[in-house]
């Protein structure tokens, strides 16, 4: 039995991503020397890759400036209608330009174009024709493979600002491996919302040395419970005598040493006798994406965070995650 045509908007969709992703593939096969030359253009700006374009290639060139920016390379968008009213100055001595026109012909960016020549700034065009005016001013000329727009009438530009986009994004992001960037470098420029919060780092939300729940291995097991229970952790870290963790008590380890000696069993020993040795630890600068995947791949709500030498520096629990967005 034949299956049943899918509706015309789902046949519509899977048409239009159809010829989109081909023409990406043939973009990523284009790709030559020219790629890595544009790149090394404007990785070697001292100042800001300014990023500009007109119409819907303009609001292209506002995204990839953005991802830029966000990634390590200092960039911005200038529209080119502004620029040719006041807006060349914001442009200056140390910067690149990356501009993009489809039909590489488009006259708001011709004042753009002359003031670049004029301070001999780097220009790189993204460009749809290799014979326009645009490809042939730019030291580096990044040409689309030529690829029916999607649009049915082929005239909205659809298939040509995919390409554009997705160069954008490879040249963004072959700046950032060139640089460097890290995941550290990465939470500078996000520090809001649900992304910036995972990218904290473990010292920005674990609880310091004043509030460490921990105790000396000799301590009675009283003092530990009463210790331990004045944290409000669920948890207890045990010491040597150079501060270093030896191990750690949980409420579980209470319930274990209740059920197999009694209360008076457990009272008699010591927090040493009593601890789970070798816990699991952090350091102040472990990712609080990677903490709290040890927490949930652990079944553990609380990590002791230690120094190079082993030390307790502080304690992260999953509420602190909870609060902070993380989890």
């Known amino acids: 039995m034949n299956a049943p045509a899918p509706h015309p908007d789902i046949a519509t969709a899977r048409r239009v991503l159809a010829l989109e992703s081909e023409a990406l593939t043939a973009l990523a096969d284009s790709l030559d020397d020219r790629f890595a030359q544009a790149v090394s253009r404007l990785a070697s700006a001292t100042g800001r890759v300014v990023v500009s374009g007109m119409g819907k290639s303009g609001h292209v060139a506002r995204k990839i400036a953005a991802t830029m920016a966000s990634t390590g390379t200092p960039a911005l968008f200038v529209h080119p209608a502004e620029a040719s009213h006041g807006d060349l100055g914001m442009i200056v001595a140390g910067d690149a330009v990356l501009a993009l026109s489809n039909s590489g012909e488009t006259p708001e960016l011709a004042d753009l174009i002359g003031h670049a020549k004029r301070f001999g700034l780097p220009l790189v065009g993204i460009i749809g024709r290799a014979d326009s005016t645009l490809a042939r001013a730019a030291d580096v000329a990044l040409v689309l493979p030529a690829a029916p727009e999607a649009c049915p009438m082929g005239l909205a530009p659809t298939t040509s600002t995919t390409m554009q986009l997705a160069l954008g994004d490879a040249i963004a992001v072959a700046l950032l491996e060139r640089r460097g960037f890290t995941a550290a470098d990465f939470r500078v420029f996000h520090p809001g919302g649900k992304l910036g919060a995972r990218l904290s780092r473990v010292r920005d939300l674990m609880h310091g040395a004043e509030e460490l729940p921990v105790a ?35 409420d579980g380890d209470l319930r274990r040493g209740l059920e197999s000696g009694g209360a008076a069993t457990l009272l008699s020993r010591t ?8 816990p699991r630890t952090v350091r102040p600068d472990t990712l609080a994406a990677e903490a709290l995947h040890e927490m949930n791949t652990r079944a553990i709500t609380a990590l002791f965070v230690l120094d190079d030498g082993g030390r307790p520096v502080g304690i992260l629990h999953i509420h602190d995650l909870l609060r902070a967005g993380v989890a």
């Not at 000799?218 to 150079?242: E, N, Y």
């Open 271 to 278: 927090a040493g006798e009593v601890m789970t040795r070798a």
């Open 216 to 250: 000396p291995s000799a301590m009675p097991m009283d003092a530990a419970i009463v210790a331990m229970t004045a944290r409000r952790f669920g948890c207890l870290g045990v010491t040597d005598s150079d501060g270093r963790l030896l191990g750690i008590i949980t």
